[in-house]
C-alpha cells in the first residue's frame, strides 16, 4: 500500500481484488459519470473477470485510492509500448499509461476532492514508482477529463490530437515530472518518505544540458552587467544608437539596450556578446578574472563563485521545466476565487511561478547546503509542497511567546500533529512536560537529527514524526503555507541553508520578543485610517517558540564560543494568513508578480491591467496607493520602517486590480527611525536612530528599498514593453507623493533633487557570508554617491532625458 498526502486528507493506494471489488466497481462502471469507460451494461461476472485479467498481466495494474478505508477513485496503469499506444507512441524508458474513474459523486460533493485525487495518481506514479513520462489517451469529446489533465500539466502528443483506437477517437496526451510539478494540482499531493525512499521527482541532470547552461549564463550575466552597472562598479560606453560596452575581467561585452532613469540599462540579453569570442564566457570565469576591480576579498572569492554558480545552476533547472504562462497565472488570479481552496491554489500557484528572486542581487540563489535532489524536493520555484516534521521539546529548554490575546498552549495543539500528546504517552513520557515544534524537513535531516544528540540522549527533544498538513515553500525558502488549510498560519521555521548573505537561521532570542513587537506595530498602525482607507493590513507574528538547551546555547553563554550561529537551528513562528480574510471573488498575489516575465517574454503585468478593465496608469496608481503610500505613511506618521521588497508584500486583487494589501515579516525587518520615538524595552533593538538620523536619513529605505529596489525595475519593464512610458510611471508616483502630503503634510524629503545610492550587491561581493549586521543595518550600508530622483526629472518643471552616469 502507498501513502500521498494531500490538502484533502490521506490517501492510500491498493491493489483491486478482483472478487472482492466487482460489486463495488460494477457499480461505478455502469453509473452514467463512467460513460467513457464504455462500460454501462457491463455486469458484476464480466467486471471481475475484467480484472482478474489485469491482475494476471505483465502490463497493467489496477488500483483503487482509499480516504479513511473509503475507496473513492480506480486507476489502471498499463505499459504504452505493448498496450493501447504500441502503434502510436515512441517508447520511451519510464513511459507509464493511465486511466482513472472516480467513485459515483455523492449528493453534495467535497471540493477540491477530484483534484486531490488526481494529483494522488500523478504524484504516486513519478515521484513514489519514479516514472518519468505518463500518457493518457481520453475520448476528444471528453471535455471534463481533458480540462483536468490541462491543469496537471497534461499537454497533447503530437500528430495524435485525434487517434484512432479502434473504439474510440482519442486525444492522446502526456505529462512529465516537471509539468506536473509546475500545473496547477502539482502543488496538491506530496508522497510518504520524501526525503529518503522516494525517487527523485525526476532526473537530475537534465538541467546540465549545454543548451539550458548556456541560457541561463547568458541571463545572470546580462543581469550582472546591468546592476553592477547601475551600482558604479562598471562603467558603459556608447558605441551607438542603444548600443553599449562594459569592460569587466579583460572581456569587452557589447550589447543592445535601453536607458532609464536611475541608471538603469534594460540590456536585450539575446544581443549580449564578447568580442573576439564566438560564444559568451562563463559568468564565474569572468568574476574570478575581475574580483580584484570588483573588491572582492580574496577570501571570499570562492564562497561568491559557489553562490553565483548556483544562480546559474538554478536558472537552468527553471529553463528546463515547463512553465506556466503569464496569460495562464492572470486567468487563475482573475477566475480562481469562488471558494478559500481556490483562492489558495491560485495565490500558491503564482508564488511557486516566481524565479527571478531578488531583482537586484545577481548571486540570488546560492543555497548553499542545498544537494540537487534537496533544490528540486523544496526550492519554492519547483512547484512542490511538502510535510513537516515535528519534535517535543521540553518547556524548561524553550523560549516561548504569543500575542496577547492568543493561548500558546491551545494554539500549539491545534498546529502540532493531532496525536503528539499520545505518542508521547506511548513512550510512558508525560506530554504535560513538553511543547511540539515544527522543524523544516531538510532541517531535519542535515541539522536536528544529526546536531542535537545530547538534547535527544537527556530526553529534552522526541522526535514526533511528519504530520499530514501539505505545506507549500514560498520565495522566502523557510517559510510555508497551509494547503490544507489556508486559513491557518503560515510557518516560518530555521532552515541553516546560507542564502544572500544569510544562513537561514532563527533565533530563540529574537522568538522570544517577535509577537511583542508584531502586537506593538498592529497596535500603532492598525487602526490608522489612511491604512483602514485603502485597505492596508500587516500579517502579524503572532506566535514563535525557540529551543535553547542545547550545547550550543550553553558554550555560547559560557564564553567556550563565540559562535552564535549553531544556536539558531531549532525556531519557529507563525503568521497569520491572509487567506483568513480574503473574501470570496478576491485574490492574493505575491508583489513580486508584477515584476514577472515569462518563459515567452510576456510581463504578468501586462496580462493583468488587460484584465482588469483599467488603464495602465490607473492600475499602477492602485498599485501604488496599496504598496508605496502606506510605506510613506508608516514613516512619516509613525517614524516606522519595514523591508519593503516585492517579496514582502502581498496584493489583493479585485479582478485584477489592486484593491488592498497586506506588509508581512516584520519581527526581524521592520526599524524605527527616529530617536524620540519611544519603543518598549523589551524589544528596543528595533530602535534603528542612535540620535544622528536627519530627514534624508530616514527616508532612505523608502528611496532605496522602494523606489530604486522595485519601481526602478517596474518602471522600466512597463517601458520596454510599451505597457506605460516611463515619464508617465514616475509622474504617477510623484503624484502618490504629493496626493499623500496635501493630506498629511510631513516634510520628507522624498522628492528630493536626489538621494544616496545605497548599493546591494557591492555589500554581497564584499562579504557573502554575511552581508549586515541585523543589529545596526544602517551602519553596514555601502553608499556609491548620490543618484538622481526619477521623481524629480519627470517633474512637469524638470522633464528630461534620462542621462547614464557613464555619459556625464
Not at 154 to 173: H, I, M, N, S, W
Not at 175 to 198: I, K, M, Q, R, Y
Not at 356 to 361: A, L, M, N, Q, R
Not at 780 to 791: C, D, E, H, T, V
Request: hydrophobic share 40%; aromatic share 8%.
Amino acid at each position: 500500500m502507498h501513502t500521498i498526502t494531500t490538502h484533502r486528507g490521506q490517501f492510500h493506494l491498493r491493489p483491486v481484488h478482483p472478487l472482492a471489488d466487482a460489486a463495488l466497481l460494477t457499480s461505478w462502471l455502469t453509473s452514467v459519470h463512467a460513460k467513457f469507460w464504455d462500460s454501462l451494461d457491463a455486469t458484476e461476472e464480466s467486471v471481475a473477470q475484467e480484472y482478474q485479467r489485469i491482475a494476471n498481466s505483465a502490463d497493467e495494474d489496477a488500483w483503487i485510492i482509499e480516504r479513511d478505508s473509503t475507496p473513492l477513485a480506480l486507476v489502471e496503469t498499463y505499459n504504452p509500448a505493448r498496450v493501447l499506444l504500441r502503434e502510436h507512441v515512441p517508447h520511451q524508458d519510464g513511459d507509464i499509461g493511465m486511466h482513472v474513474l472516480l467513485a459515483q459523486p455523492p449528493a453534495h460533493p467535497e471540493h477540491g476532492l477530484s483534484d486531490a485525487l488526481f494529483a494522488t495518481v500523478i504524484s504516486w506514479l513519478v515521484d513514489v514508482r519514479g516514472f518519468t513520462r505518463i500518457l493518457v489517451e481520453p475520448d476528444t469529446s471528453n471535455d471534463k477529463i481533458l480540462a483536468k489533465n490541462a491543469r496537471a500539466g497534461f499537454r497533447d502528443y503530437p500528430g495524435l490530437e485525434a487517434a484512432d483506437l479502434g473504439t474510440k477517437t482519442a486525444r492522446v496526451q502526456y505529462c512529465t515530472p516537471d509539468a506536473f510539478a509546475c500545473s496547477e494540482l502539482g502543488a496538491l499531493a506530496v508522497p510518504t518518505a520524501t526525503s529518503s525512499t522516494a525517487p527523485a521527482t525526476a532526473a537530475t541532470d537534465g538541467h546540465l544540458q549545454v543548451a539550458y547552461l548556456q541560457r541561463a549564463n547568458r541571463e545572470i550575466l546580462a543581469k550582472m552587467l546591468r546592476e553592477f552597472h547601475h551600482e558604479r562598479l562598471l562603467p558603459a560606453t556608447r558605441l551607438g544608437p542603444a548600443q553599449y560596452l562594459i569592460e569587466l575581467g579583460g572581456y569587452e561585452f557589447t550589447f543592445l539596450a535601453h536607458t532609464h532613469y536611475l541608471e538603469h540599462l534594460s540590456i536585450d540579453v539575446d544581443s549580449l556578446c564578447a568580442r573576439g569570442y564566438a560564444d559568451l564566457p562563463g559568468i564565474g570565469e569572468v568574476i574570478a578574472a575581475a574580483a580584484p576591480e570588483l573588491g572582492i576579498p580574496a577570501h571570499f572569492l570562492h564562497d561568491y563563485l559557489e553562490e553565483i554558480s548556483a544562480t546559474v545552476t538554478a536558472r537552468a533547472r527553471v529553463l528546463a521545466m515547463p512553465r506556466l504562462s503569464s496569460s495562464t497565472l492572470a486567468e487563475t488570479l482573475a477566475t480562481e476565487t469562488d471558494t478559500p481552496h481556490q483562492q489558495a491554489n491560485a495565490f500558491q500557484l503564482c508564488e511557486s511561478a516566481m524565479y527571478e528572486g531578488h531583482p537586484g542581487f545577481v548571486a540570488n540563489a546560492g543555497r548553499g547546503g542545498f544537494s540537487e535532489v534537496d533544490a528540486r524536493r523544496y526550492a519554492p520555484e519547483m512547484g512542490r509542497s511538502t510535510c513537516l516534521e515535528w519534535v517535543a521539546a521540553r518547556r524548561d529548554k524553550l523560549t516561548s511567546a504569543a500575542v496577547e490575546d492568543l493561548d500558546l498552549e491551545e494554539f500549539l495543539n491545534q498546529q502540532a500533529p493531532q496525536d503528539w500528546k499520545e505518542r508521547l504517552r506511548a513512550r510512558d513520557i508525560d506530554p504535560a512536560d513538553y511543547l511540539p515544534l515544527p522543524v523544516h524537513p531538510w532541517q531535519w535531516q542535515m541539522r536536528v537529527a544529526t546536531n542535537f544528540a545530547d538534547s535527544f540522549l537527556n530526553g529534552d527533544l522526541i522526535h514526533l514524526g511528519t504530520d499530514t498538513a501539505v505545506m507549500h515553500p514560498q520565495q522566502s525558502l523557510r517559510t510555508f503555507f497551509n494547503l490544507s488549510d489556508p486559513a491557518a498560519p503560515y510557518v516560518k521555521t530555521a532552515a541553516s541553508v546560507r542564502n544572500m548573505g544569510f544562513l537561514r537561521g532563527l533565533s530563540p532570542k529574537y522568538m522570544s520578543t517577535t509577537p511583542a513587537i508584531n502586537e506593538w506595530l498592529q497596535d500603532t498602525l492598525g487602526n490608522d485610517a489612511d491604512f483602514h482607507n485603502h485597505n492596508v493590513r500587516l500579517l502579524p507574528e503572532i506566535a514563535a517558540v525557540g529551543f535553547q538547551g542545547d550545547i550550543y546555547h550553553s558554550s555560547l553563554h559560557s564564553g567556550a564560543s563565540s559562535d552564535d550561529q549553531h544556536t539558531k537551528m531549532l525556531s519557529a513562528l507563525w503568521r497569520s494568513s491572509p487567506l483568513e480574510k480574503l473574501e470570496p471573488g478576491k485574490a492574493a498575489m505575491t508583489l513580486a508578480a508584477v515584476l514577472h516575465v515569462d518563459p515567452a517574454g510576456k510581463p504578468l503585468v501586462g496580462e493583468l491591467i488587460a484584465r482588469s478593465g483599467h488603464s495602465a496608469a490607473d492600475w499602477l496608481r492602485a498599485l501604488l496607493d496599496v504598496y508605496f503610500r502606506p510605506a510613506i505613511r508608516a514613516l512619516a506618521g509613525f517614524d516606522i520602517v519595514f523591508m519593503p521588497h516585492s517579496e514582502n508584500v502581498i496584493v489583493e486583487l479585485t479582478e485584477c486590480l489592486p484593491t488592498g494589501s497586506w506588509f508581512k515579516d516584520l519581527g526581524e525587518e521592520v526599524a524605527v527611525v527616529n530617536a524620540q520615538r519611544e519603543v518598549p524595552e523589551a524589544f528596543a533593538r528595533i530602535q534603528a536612530d542612535d540620535g544622528s538620523f536627519d530627514l534624508e536619513q530616514r527616508a532612505l529605505s523608502l528611496h532605496t528599498d522602494i523606489i530604486d529596489g522595485v519601481l526602478r525595475h517596474l518602471a522600466a519593464l512597463m517601458d520596454d514593453h510599451d505597457i506605460l512610458p516611463e515619464e508617465e510611471f514616475w509622474l504617477a508616483t510623484r503624484a502618490c507623493i504629493e496626493d499623500y502630503e496635501a493630506e498629511y503634510p510631513s516634510g520628507l524629503p522624498l522628492l528630493a533633487e536626489d538621494f544616496q545610492h545605497s548599493c546591494l550587491n557591492r555589500l554581497q561581493l564584499r562579504n557573502p557570508h554575511g552581508m549586515v549586521d541585523l543589529g545596526d543595518q544602517n551602519s553596514s550600508l555601502m553608499i556609491a554617491g548620490r543618484i538622481a530622483n526619477p521623481l524629480v526629472q519627470v517633474s512637469p518643471q524638470a522633464a528630461q532625458t534620462p542621462v547614464m552616469a557613464a555619459q556625464r
